[in-house]
């Protein structure tokens, strides 16, 4: 609760005043059964006259429009509330993603987080309406009718104190029971969304593969577990209001019968019946309206425990502790010094192992290793995508836990492996390098990453709109983009890792050299399969299980490293002498 008070704070007002305009129209509700109780038992039975009817309709009248405005106002007060709470919830929700590290990532799938900032904060807020409309007015009408039942007979009014206990526990047994269901409701929702998310996202693998069977009774599956799950929770609300439309009916007929013999002896009044039967209606429906917000609330509580999941997660990146906050990266120097680390921290097998290497300025630096001998990992460490377990990475000589993350990742411009690009324009996706880049610097940019022939020859150009993830470009064509998008951030380190993987050899051999022209000053650091993308490099760095096990150019590693000659004659023709 104390959590959630920074979000009731700033709309204080609206909860304060939507649940009092709540009690105008309950006040109201209360009153008009004793007016009309007045009607029928002094207006037509004592003889007081029409006039007396018609003064007591207009006081009805002037009730109901003040019960009409405080529910009005009570509804727009309670919308205003809980909308405002719920944006700013998922607000912070989204900002607290965002600052997570990737290991934080791991531990949520993105089908579960998208439902957590959708559906989830959606059930906190429809509950929050529904609280604000209903937190006053039903107790409120629950106690005005109570004692209003009591003053007009109380003998009478004993029926409905046998009838509240046995509600009552009967609203806690079902509250009990549906809390966990809707728990396991909201789990089978994240299935199926992140179902759903990787079908549309790999849409054009699945056809590839023509594997739509497969997907369909995937989602299929993941369909029925939400719908039997939702109908295994929902059961609990249909059972509840048979049981209290139950409860109301027997109970308005008890009262009926015994308040009816009272009429007939001459103990009560026809008036003052119709008054004590509208009343127990009014007693039974304030109950039935806590029994609807308990139900609500059990499963707004389920949707607030996994919303707490992710603003109680402890963000492992920050740079709280950080020494050199207003320092930028301004050279470039990289140094590992007995680096280890591995992804899941209770393996017993380093991802890393006692990794030692000194990158210069300006020098390009190419990585090069079997599938998953560590590459991508070392070069994730550099802007702190994730931290090391043992020893230390520095850039400029200086910790890269010392900088802040703003500063460091700024200095560092990578390309990862995966390219991702944005529904908009190629412009705009390029201007995330640099918002304010001028069309100049754009075209110099993408030209360096050989890119900007083929955008232009497209009709519309730099403003031609790419679908969702740069689906109407070739993987060559996204990859030049994603280099030039990351050119423009003008970074002192360049990180391309295996970036240039489905551009032709040619078209390669041109980065490399613009590189070499234009990024004297730029730290590159190319990881690749292709010994051919690195063979130039001023030097190279060759990994196996996690170690280093070669480092110099390719001249000294033909003569000293196994490992890389095996790769070398690998991809050569047989027939080069080595």
């Avoid at 429809?126 to 106690?143: D, E, K, T, Y």
């Avoid at 017993?348 to 079997?370: A, Q, R, Y």
């Avoid at 689906?471 to 002192?492: C, D, M, Y």
Wanted: hydrophobic share 45%.
């Amino acid at each position: 609760m104390k959590r959630y008070w920074i979000y009731v704070k700033p709309y204080l007002s609206a909860f304060i005043i939507g649940p009092i305009l709540m009690i105008v129209e309950v006040i109201g509700e209360v009153v008009m059964p004793l007016l009309l109780s007045n009607i029928i038992d002094q207006g037509v039975s004592g003889g007081r006259g029409i006039s007396y009817i018609i003064a007591m309709g207009i006081t009805m009248i002037i009730t109901a429009l003040c019960m009409m405005a405080g529910g009005v106002g009570g509804a727009y007060f309670a919308i205003k509330a809980s909308s405002g709470f719920a944006n700013d919830l998922r607000k912070d929700l989204f900002n607290q993603i965002q600052k997570f590290s990737f290991t934080n990532i791991d531990q949520f799938n993105t089908g579960s987080l998208i439902t957590r900032l959708t559906n989830d904060i959606t059930q906190i807020q429809n509950m929050l309406q529904m609280l604000l409309r209903m937190a006053l007015r039903a107790p409120g009408m629950l106690i005005g009718a109570l004692i209003m039942a009591f003053v007009l007979n109380p003998k009478l009014a004993l029926v409905i104190l046998c009838v509240i206990p046995l509600l009552s526990i009967a609203i806690f047994i079902i509250m009990k029971v549906a809390l966990p269901r809707f728990t396991r409701m909201q789990k089978k929702l994240d299935a199926l969304n992140t179902t759903t998310q990787e079908n549309l996202t790999n849409i054009r693998v699945v056809k590839s593969f023509v594997r739509e069977d497969f997907e369909e009774n995937k989602f299929k599956k993941a369909n029925m577990d939400l719908k039997e799950s939702t109908i295994k929770a929902i059961k609990v609300v249909i059972f509840t209001m048979p049981l209290m439309t139950l409860a109301m009916n027997i109970t308005t007929l008890a009262v009926v019968w015994f308040g009816g013999n009272q009429v007939i002896v001459g103990g009560m009044t026809s008036g003052v019946l119709t008054a004590f039967v509208n009343y127990v209606v009014q007693i039974l429906m304030s109950l039935m309206m806590v029994s609807i917000v308990i139900l609500n609330s059990s499963r707004s509580l389920a949707s607030a425990r996994r919303i707490n999941e992710v603003l109680c997660t402890e963000i492992d990146l920050t740079d709280e502790n950080a020494l050199h906050k207003d320092v930028n990266v301004q050279q470039g120097k990289i140094e590992f010094r007995d680096v280890n680390f591995k992804y899941y921290k209770n393996n017993e097998k380093w991802v890393l192992e006692n990794i030692n290497l000194v990158i210069h300025p300006g020098e390009t630096v190419g990585i090069i290793g079997s599938t998953g001998s560590g590459k991508s990992s070392l070069v994730q460490l550099i802007p702190r995508l994730y931290d090391v377990d043992c020893g230390e990475v520095l850039v400029d000589d200086i910790n890269v836990k010392d900088y802040s993350l703003n500063n460091l990742r700024n200095g560092v411009g990578i390309v990862l492996q995966k390219n991702v690009l944005f529904s908009g324009t190629i412009k705009e996706n390029l201007q995330w390098g640099d918002e304010n880049a001028s069309d100049d610097e754009i075209y110099q940019y993408a030209e360096n990453a050989q890119a900007h022939g083929f955008i232009s020859s497209f009709k519309e150009g730099y403003n031609t709109e790419l679908g969702q993830g740069g689906v109407n470009v070739s993987g060559g064509q996204k990859q030049r983009i994603s280099i030039a998008r990351t050119l423009l951030k003008k970074p002192k380190i360049l990180i391309l890792d295996d970036s240039t993987s489905a551009v032709d050899t040619a078209t390669e051999a041109k980065i490399r050299e613009s590189f070499h022209k234009e990024l004297k000053e730029i730290t590159k650091i190319i990881i690749a399969q292709r010994i051919s993308s690195v063979i130039d490099a001023d030097k190279i760095v060759v990994l196996d299980d996690g170690k280093i096990t070669g480092m110099g150019t390719h001249e000294e590693l033909m003569k000293n490293c196994e490992t890389y000659t095996e790769i070398y004659y690998s991809q050569m023709d047989k027939k080069v002498t080595a």
